[in-house]
């Protein structure tokens, strides 16, 4: 089993940055493909990114392309998501997220085996 615990959540004007973490712990972190959801009220959870086990492979939802970065550092255990230039309609739970097939669809929320609780992020 993978324990994910988001952090960096918090409230930013238009056009600020947020630098969201994901802390994992138990299982072979590098085993997994790790990925960034959110979901407003109200909404489906939708993809925002993705990264490959090794960290050379990332997927973005358009909405995001271009603002948004996400990295891994398998020697900590971490994964980032940078984000930048938000935007209203980025206001979302955020969770992280981690799977081990790695070859279905990135953002389909059904093929991560685990999740965080999330964090809050609110773009006025």
């Known amino acids: 089993d993978v324990q994910l615990v988001e952090s960096g959540g918090g409230s930013v004007q238009a056009g600020g940055s947020l630098r969201l973490s994901c802390a994992a712990s138990g299982d072979i972190y590098s085993d997994y493909c790790m990925g960034w959801f959110r979901q407003a009220p109200s909404k489906e959870r939708e993809g925002v990114a993705r990264?490959?086990?090794?960290?050379?492979?990332?997927k973005y939802a358009d909405s995001v392309q271009g603002r948004f970065s996400i990295s891994r550092d398998n020697v900590k255990n971490t994964l980032l998501l940078q984000m930048d230039n938000l935007k209203p309609e980025d206001t979302a739970m955020y969770y992280c997220?981690?799977?081990?097939?790695?070859?279905?669809?990135?953002?389909?929320?059904?093929?991560?085996?685990?999740w965080g609780r999330g964090t809050q992020v609110t773009v006025s």
């Open positions: 997220a981690a799977e081990d097939y790695c070859g279905g669809s990135w953002n389909l929320a059904e093929n991560y085996l685990y």
């Open positions: 990264i490959s086990r090794g960290g050379a492979g990332t």
